[in-house]
C-alpha cells in the first residue's frame, strides 16, 4: 500500500496539493521535487493503453522524429564510440527511436509493458538504455530505474527523456503537461539527481528541459 507521507525517491516527508478542479490529489516532496499523483487517481490499465494509441508516434511524423535526433545528440552522439548495443524501455506502439540508433548501427532490442511485453532483456546487459517519454508514466520510479541499472553495463548509459516540471505550484497548477492522466509522476532535474545518488549512478548531463544522462560508473577492484 502507498504510504502517501513518504516520497518514494527519497523517502523524506511529502505535503499534499490538492487539485479541486480534477479531483486529484498531488504529493509534493520538497526535499527532492518530486511529484506524483494519488494512486487512487491513477487510470486502469485499458485506458491507458486507449490513450497511447491515440499518439502518432511514427517515422512519418516529422515533429516526433526530430524530437528523438534532438534528443540524440545530447544522450547519444557524445557517447556512442564506446556503445555497440542498446535497450529501448517502453518504446510505445511506435519504436521510432530503436530505428533511429539501428540507422546509427546499434544492436536494439525494444521492450514495452504493453506494446513489446516479451522481456527480451531478462539476460541481457546494455551499453545504452534509453527510457523516453517513460519516467512521468511511472509509479515506481526508484524500482524502475534499479532495473534499468542491473540491465547495464559498466560504463554504459542511462538516458532519460521527460518534461521536467516548473518548480513552483503555481506554475504547476496551470501546467498543461499534468493533464495528461497518465502522467502520474513528475521531476526536476534534482530529482533526477538524487535518484542517481541512490543508486550509485553518475550524472554526466542535463539539458533544461527534459533530458537527464546517467552512467553506471565502474566498480572498484
Known amino acids: ?16 496539493l490538492r487539485d479541486a478542479k480534477f479531483d486529484i ?3 509534493i516532496c520538497t526535499s527532492c521535487e518530486y511529484i506524483f499523483i494519488d494512486e487512487a487517481a491513477i487510470v486502469p490499465p485499458e485506458q491507458e493503453v486507449a490513450l497511447y494509441k491515440q499518439h502518432n508516434n511514427t517515422m512519418d511524423n516529422e515533429g516526433y522524429v526530430n524530437m528523438f535526433k534532438e534528443f540524440m545528440k545530447i544522450s547519444v552522439d557524445p557517447y556512442k564510440e564506446r556503445m555497440k548495443t542498446a535497450l529501448d524501455f517502453g518504446c510505445g506502439p511506435g519504436p ?9 548501427g546499434f544492436a536494439v532490442d525494444i521492450y514495452d509493458p504493453y506494446f513489446a511485453p516479451e522481456k527480451v532483456y531478462a539476460n ?21 530505474s534499479q532495473l534499468l541499472k542491473d ?15 516548473p518548480g513552483d505550484m503555481v506554475s504547476f497548477n496551470n501546467w498543461w503537461y499534468r493533464h495528461d492522466p497518465t502522467h502520474i509522476s513528475f521531476y526536476r532535474p534534482k530529482t533526477l539527481t538524487v535518484l542517481a545518488g541512490q543508486l550509485g549512478l553518475k550524472v554526466l548531463t542535463f539539458n533544461e528541459k527534459n533530458v537527464c544522462v546517467l552512467t553506471k560508473q565502474p566498480r572498484p577492484l
Open 25 to 27: 490529489d498531488y504529493f
Open 1 to 16: 500500500m502507498q504510504n502517501n507521507n513518504l516520497c518514494k525517491i527519497c523517502s523524506r516527508e511529502v505535503s499534499l
Open 124 to 144: 541481457k546487459s546494455y551499453d545504452l538504455i534509453t527510457a523516453t517519454e517513460v519516467f512521468e508514466h511511472l509509479q515506481d520510479p526508484l524500482q524502475t
Open 151 to 165: 540491465h547495464l553495463n559498466d560504463g554504459g548509459i542511462l538516458a532519460i527523456m521527460t518534461l521536467f516540471h
Open 96 to 104: 521510432v527511436l530503436a530505428a533511429l540508433l539501428q540507422q546509427q
